[in-house]
């Protein structure tokens, strides 16, 4: 499995609003994304920060 790349907490916000989600609200340093599916609402918390750990991303994908 390739490695996950360093990406910023804006590239991570377009994609998922790419993927359907939209910005709710912006508390301070993290940013809360919704989108609506079949099962229910899905949530989302990104923080704004220059470049996200791996970790980081890695949960905000799962």
């Avoid at 490695?3 to 940013?31: C, D, H, N, Y």
């Avoid at 949530?43 to 920060?49: A, S």
């Amino acid at each position: 499995m390739p490695k996950m790349p360093r990406i910023s907490s804006r590239k991570a916000i377009r994609a998922l609003e790419r993927l359907g989600f939209e910005q709710v609200r912006q508390t301070g340093s993290r940013v809360v994304l919704k989108k609506e599916s079949e099962e229910g609402e899905i949530g989302c918390v990104v923080p704004v920060h220059r470049e996200l750990k791996v970790g980081t991303l890695s949960g905000i994908l799962k």
